[in-house]
């Protein structure tokens, strides 16, 4: 049962969009939901309906961070959790485009990188890495051409795809994904990269 829902930092036309939009929603559901285009507005209304100390940082309280909230929370089977985490929604334009993820690792940092999607076609990702201090002419190819497809099964369901399980060394890198070539729509592909020391 939803007990409150605050939005924060969105934009100001969706102010105009979400008074359309609840007049179609239950009174009691619509009086739920705040919005708030002025974030410093939207934090201030987060502290009034949560403790300070349980609120995250990064929306000015004294508990941990979002992102060490969910790195915590990933932790499975006894494993630390990852140091840091990489999530980043990449678009892949339709009829072969590309769409590309650049990141960066530390030395003795390692990767698990994860794709997940509802793409009905699928699509195609090469990794990249360029050596620190090093420019594009030195890239090395880590990942080529992995194919991100669904099964035949015919469902329009989410899935998912290992794409480096122990991505190690230091550089900059750079993922390059590419839908398939009879692909009507853009795509889009949740790349989710959880980093380890």
């Known amino acids: 049962m939803l007990y409150r829902c605050i ?37 201030k209304r987060l502290t009034e309906l949560i403790d300070e100390n349980s609120l995250p940082s990064d929306f000015d309280g004294m508990g941990p961070s979002t992102q060490e909230i969910l790195c915590k929370n990933s932790a499975k ?4 959790p ?6 980043e929604l990449v678009s892949v334009k339709r009829g072969g485009g590309e769409g590309t993820l650049a990141f960066d690792l530390k ?13 009905e076609l699928g699509g195609h990702f090469s990794l990249y890495r360029f ?7 030195n890239m090395t190819p880590v990942l080529e051409d992995f194919s991100v497809a669904r099964s035949n099964n015919g469902e329009m ?3 998912s795809a290992d794409l ?11 993922l390059v994904g590419k839908s398939e070539v009879k692909s009507k729509a853009t795509e889009y592909f949740l790349v989710i990269g959880d980093v380890y020391e």
């Open 77 to 80: 089977n006894g494993e630390a």
């Open 157 to 159: 369901t989410p899935f």
């Open 164 to 174: 480096v399980d122990d991505l190690t060394g230091a550089g900059e890198y750079t």
């Open 131 to 137: 050596p620190e201090g090093l420019k594009s002419s």
């Open 107 to 119: 030395p003795n940092e390692k990767m698990k990188l994860q794709v997940f999607t509802r793409s």
């Open 7 to 43: 939005i924060i930092n969105a934009p100001s036309f969706f102010a105009v969009t979400w008074r359309i939009i609840r007049a179609f929603l239950d009174k009691n559901t619509s009086m739920k939901i705040e919005l708030y285009s002025n974030k410093k507005k939207g934090q």
């Open 82 to 87: 990852p140091k840091r985490r990489i999530v």
